[in-house]
């Protein structure tokens, strides 16, 4: 699925880029629909899948064709209608569905390469609704669009579920709108509905009026009170995370005793480097897993570490690529045989800050 998305993004762009530059609706098929078609799993230039002006004879008029036609096991299951991205697509809905009609298709699909509206028969069979069941904006496709566009393609593309999800879509879609529309401006019966079951007096039109006002209220109030509980919910939750991860970087901390012999070796560290930098430029940070000694309190740039909690001892090196050799040491006295390679670490990390200086 973020496959797909990332490639609608990536048309969506194109669009973008070229969309200026496309004056004709045959244009707008290539650039822009057939891209599209492909990114669905059909071959174009396939034409047992895709075929370009496929005919839709109406009645006596011969000659009718509909610009783009999904073929699976030899018939027709979309037909898509499409027009200059410049235009209007509501002035095209009944060309479409007389082309519905006689194709006995079950999908339609009504496009200028940027809108695309996808419709079926719900209401009648054979006969198109008036209403796209699926609609929707490349240039701002929503990430919940997505999965209803990916039953569409090849691979998925089932004419049973697409119907079944397609009556939910639809009737979803329409109800947001009114609820959209009643948020805006709330109608009479929708005030009415409220106000018969909270007053009890009789619904005279100045207490309507005072309702209409009401209701409105109460609605933005409600969403806003709701949007703030999802926000306030989210924030807890981070704060939880973030408490948890506190809680755990503390127990891990309390698990670390730093000991005699490492704060040994760190003083053995600090009288070989001593004589070319100032002591308190070397610091020793302790971890479950190591003894780690840096410049300049720096995790970027690590002197050594050492491993002495277990039966063998060791001690990691650094070279000017910051590649870790690690090497096994008898005791915390051997440190010492490595003084030309720890003073070389800190000849890497000063040559850099001359270089930039």
């Known amino acids: 699925m973020i496959e797909l998305q990332n490639q609608f993004k990536a048309l969506a762009d194109k669009i973008e880029q070229l969309k200026d530059k496309i004056e004709t609706e045959e244009s707008t098929k290539h650039a822009f629909v057939l891209p599209f078609i492909n990114l669905l799993g059909y071959d174009s230039f ?21 610009d783009y036609a999904i073929f699976q096991n030899e018939n027709p299951v979309l037909i898509i209608e499409c027009k200059n991205w410049k235009e209007d697509l509501d002035v095209h809905n009944s060309q479409l569905s007389r082309y519905f009609h006689v194709t006995h298709t079950r999908f339609a699909l009504l496009t200028n390469g940027i809108e695309y509206r996808f419709y079926t028969d719900l209401e009648r069979a054979n006969k198109m609704d008036i209403k796209p069941f699926l609609e929707f904006d490349i240039t701002s496709l929503k990430e919940n669009t997505i999965p209803e566009i990916a039953k569409f393609h090849k691979s998925n593309f089932d004419v049973d ?3 079944d999800n397609a009556s939910s879509l639809k009737y979803t879609k329409e109800i947001k709108k009114l609820i959209n529309s009643e948020l805006q401006e709330s109608s009479y019966d929708f005030v009415r509905l409220f106000a018969n079951q909270v007053y009890s007096g ?36 981070e704060a939880e995370k973030q408490h948890e991860e506190i809680l755990e970087n503390e127990e891990e901390v309390s698990k670390i005793v730093t000991t005699e012999e490492e704060l040994e070796g760190f ?6 480097l001593r004589r070319k930098i100032a002591v308190e430029r070397i610091v020793h940070r302790d971890t479950q897993s190591y003894f780690g000694i840096l410049l300049d309190d720096n995790n970027r740039k690590p002197i050594c570490r050492l491993h ?16 870790v050799h690690k090497e096994q040491i008898e005791s915390i006295d051997s440190i010492y045989g490595f003084e030309e390679k720890l003073l070389q670490t800190i000849d890497y990390y000063e040559s850099i800050i001359t270089s930039r200086e």
Do not use: C, W
């Open 308 to 323: 002495l909690d277990g039966t063998k001892k060791y001690i990691s090196l650094f070279d000017e690529n910051k590649n």
């Open 46 to 66: 396939d034409p047992t899948e895709v075929v370009p002006e496929f005919t839709a004879d109406l009645g006596l008029k011969k000659g009718k064709k509909v």
């Open 202 to 237: 009789r619904l005279t039109e100045r207490v309507m009026d005072e309702f209409s006002e009401l209701v409105h209220k109460a609605f933005n109030q409600t969403i806003s009170e709701k949007v703030n509980d999802r926000l306030n919910s989210a924030l807890n939750k």
């Open 161 to 163: 579920k697409i119907v």
């Open 267 to 272: 003083r053995i560290v600090v009288a070989i």
